[in-house]
């Protein structure tokens, strides 16, 4: 018996509708963990799996005051995946990137670049308005890549300074999570808010698990003023990028295009530390003495590119190409 064809239309629009949750879901993790991730955006990971413009379209809906069922529902996916994400690896992505960091990265870059089909094939045939837009966002990141974070100093005591930079820094965070190839947090880096912001996530997460809600409360001065920056930079974003997808497409996804793969120029995975002297300068202290530049903690060491041995060359290649394949597959899913 053949089935009519409203009902296989219907199927294929609920197949559609479970696909693109799937995919918000696991946009939502990989864009969590990125977050935490000095180099790696957030928004990268939603464009790298598929849910990039419904995301920022239904941002920008639900910051108008429409609410429609299968918006918000894509939309808490995204979002309550990432929260999970953060809340719960926060720890283990910090701990990772200090013993494995080279192996991070390359996964990192492969899934990354397993976005860039997706785009290619929306742009093709490419003209000048396409690489030229593409070039810029390429030189931008690779002009982010240079700038050194260390030279701005860590966060201050309590205070409305204190809070004012956080929530700015919250707020270019946001920005960072919507625009692919801008890290958010290692625009963090670059403000002295990471480290600060990192911890308190550790913490109020480690207080929530263990039931100790003090632990976790002590915590709000700090995340209370990086929420309300990172929504605003998100709607704000969300805004302006709907808008530009609207009335500049072909540019505006070409610039997308050059910032995802421009985003790997940051992300060289391969580096040695280097200790500190006196002189130096790490998380906006003043190494003046001989115990200051002993009492730094390893994780805090300058670091300087290297060449990879042949096992890393092979191992990363590895990785690069699990990562690629999963970010690529995933798009695909649904399309």
């Known amino acids: ?21 799937i995919r918000s879901v696991i946009g939502g993790t990989f864009m969590g963990l990125a977050n935490l991730v000095p180099g790696i955006s957030g928004g990268t990971m939603l464009l790298a799996v598929g849910v990039y413009p419904q995301f920022i379209s239904g941002v920008a809906e639900v910051s108008t005051l429409r609410f429609r069922p299968k918006v918000l529902l894509m939309l808490a996916c995204v979002v309550g ?18 013993r494995y960091q080279w192996a991070m990265y390359c996964l990192f870059i492969g899934l990354t670049l397993g976005g860039a089909p997706l ?6 045939p490419l003209d000048t308005t396409v690489m030229t837009s593409g070039a810029v966002a390429v030189v931008l990141m690779a002009l982010l890549a240079l700038t050194d974070p260390e030279r701005i100093g860590t966060q201050a005591a309590p ?46 997460a480690d207080g929530a698990r263990a039931g100790d809600w003090m632990v976790a409360l002590q915590t709000l001065h700090v995340l209370i003023p990086v929420a309300i ?21 072909r540019a505006t996804l070409g610039f997308l295009l050059g910032l995802l793969c421009g985003a790997v120029i940051g992300l060289w ?33 300058r670091t300087i590119k290297v060449l990879p041995s042949f096992a890393q060359v092979l191992g990363g290649s590895a990785l690069g190409l699990v990562g690629f394949t999963a970010s690529w597959g995933i798009s695909r899913f649904g399309r």
């Open 119 to 124: 785009l290619w094939r929306m742009l093709r």
């Open 269 to 301: 995975p391969f580096n040695d530390p280097i200790p500190p002297q006196v002189g130096d300068i790490v998380r906006g202290v003043a190494l003046t003495t001989a115990d200051l530049v002993a009492a730094v903690d390893p994780e805090d060491y």
């Open 159 to 204: 205070g409305l300074a204190a809070y004012t930079m956080l929530a700015v820094a919250g707020f270019s965070g946001g920005a960072a999570m919507i625009l692919p190839g801008v890290s958010g947090a290692y625009l963090l880096l670059i403000l002295g808010q990471y480290r600060a912001i990192v911890d308190a996530v550790a913490r109020a």
């Open 229 to 249: 920056g990172v929504g605003l930079g998100v709607v704000g974003v969300s805004n302006l990028v709907r808008r530009l997808l609207a009335n500049y497409e």
């Open 1 to 21: 018996m053949t089935q009519p064809l409203g009902d296989t239309h219907l199927d294929i629009a609920q197949f559609r509708s479970g696909a693109i949750a």
């Open 81 to 98: 995946a990432a929260g999970v994400a953060i809340g719960g690896f926060a720890g283990v992505i910090g701990s990772l990137l200090d």
